[in-house]
């Protein structure tokens, strides 16, 4: 049974850090590209960053957390990890891990961001 645990969120203050953490189980994580997405209340969910299975991993950002966010994985841990710096309220979410191109997966129950002072 594939499962992603999202975890790592907090309330945090704007210029912050938090680093989030996926474990993964029930696939061989290695083979697939990951993706970290986030939703905000009333917004649609969308895709914060997703690197490629390649050896090393090819990141790629969308524009609002370029230069702020890192994307990493461990394959040895099967885990996706999200390093999230200089955080605006705009980062306010509920963030989910989950695989690029699979569109069978459910999502997990998530971690929560909020990004206050």
């Known amino acids: 049974q594939v499962q992603f645990v999202e975890s790592g969120g907090g309330l945090v203050q704007p210029g912050g850090s938090l680093r989030l953490s996926c474990a993964t189980s029930?696939?061989?994580?290695?083979?697939?590209?990951m993706g970290w997405y986030r939703q905000a209340p009333g917004k649609e969910r969308e895709l914060v960053a997703d690197?490629?299975?390649?050896?090393?991993?090819?990141?790629n950002y969308a524009d609002s957390v370029k230069g702020r966010f890192t994307i990493s994985r461990d394959n040895a841990k099967n885990t996706l990890y999200l390093q999230m710096n200089s955080l605006k309220p705009d980062d306010t979410a509920v963030y989910y891990c989950?695989?690029?191109?699979?569109?069978?997966?459910?999502w997990g129950q998530g971690t929560q961001v909020t990004v206050s002072s």
């Open positions: 690197i490629t299975n390649s050896p090393g991993g090819m990141p």
């Open positions: 029930g696939f061989t994580f290695g083979n697939y590209d």
């Open positions: 989950k695989r690029r191109w699979v569109p069978g997966d459910y």
